[in-house]
């Protein structure tokens, strides 16, 4: 089993600490892409956490089912309104198995990071094509990697700075290693969360799914299918097995 780094403490307040990627503006273009590959077939969610997206696409009339490697994020999704129609089981999204087939299985919120090992992505990418139909789609949303912005030499990035909170990512080039560093004040209170990443190259995971035995389809810069181009932050990908 994989290290969970979203015991309770971090699990009940991961909705309030993730707000803005509850917004509606980012919420419902993710939830139009997904419903479109689902076909109105079911869906699976790796990781899937609260609820953000399974919730809402569960709204749309589609099946959705979740494996999720913390009992702790798992249960703050149980308490949510309608969460009787989402079936969720605990284990993690490289290895863990689900009955029955799937039409589309999906991955967001740069997850596949939590994976620390290029194996262990691997093992993912192999797992979402054992999960799906002929012909379905497995998405990932995921940053790409920022080391244009990493001066020569340089492991320290700060991602955001206000007066109540400091981000700032450790990047290991040699290992494709990122930890990234959390620190916040709140109530008056110091809080500091430090969590282990690996950073992967879209051309990575078009050859990790080629491995599973699918195709890369599309790949936009995000889910309003903005073109994908040198400067963009992050993609969100859609391979289909063959």
């Known amino acids: 089993m994989l290290p969970n780094y979203f015991d ?3 699990a009940s307040r991961y909705d ?12 419902d273009p993710a939830i139009d892409v997904l419903a479109e590959l689902a076909r109105e077939g079911r869906v699976l969610e790796f990781a ?8 809402p696409l569960a709204a749309r009339g589609l099946l959705v089912s979740g494996i999720e490697l913390s009992a702790a994020m798992a249960e703050q999704l149980k ?21 029955g087939s799937f039409q589309l299985v ?14 262990a992505q691997v ?9 799906l139909d002929a012909g379905g789609a497995f998405v990932v949303e995921v940053g790409v990697p920022q080391l244009q912005r990493l001066p020569p030499g340089e492991r320290f990035r700060v991602f955001t700075a206000t007066p109540d909170r400091l981000g700032i990512d450790e990047y290991d080039v040699v290992t494709q ?15 500091s969360v430090s969590m282990p990443f690996r950073y992967v190259w879209p051309a990575e995971l078009d050859l990790m799914a080629r491995i599973a035995g699918m195709t890369l389809r599309s790949r936009w ?18 391979w289909v097995k063959d």
């Not at 309030?16 to 919420?27: G, I, L, W």
């Not at 290693?177 to 809080?191: I, K, M, N, T, Y």
Request: aromatic share 8%; with cysteine.
């Open 79 to 99: 308490a949510k309104p309608d969460a009787e129609h989402v079936d969720v089981t605990i284990g993690d999204m490289a290895t863990t198995r689900v009955n």
């Open 221 to 238: 810069a995000d889910w309003h299918r903005a073109r994908f181009t040198s400067s963009s932050r992050s993609h969100v990908s859609v």
């Open 48 to 55: 899937i956490g609260t609820g953000r997206l399974a919730l």
């Open 8 to 10: 309770e403490p971090v």
């Open 106 to 119: 999906y991955l967001v919120f740069n997850t596949i990071n939590n994976l620390t090992t290029q194996e």
């Open 177 to 191: 290693g990122l930890v990234s560093h959390h620190h916040w004040v709140e109530d008056g209170r110091a809080r």
């Open 16 to 27: 309030a600490d993730s707000a803005e990627m509850f917004r509606p503006d980012v919420v």
């Open 123 to 131: 093992e993912c990418f192999r797992n979402a094509a054992t999960h």
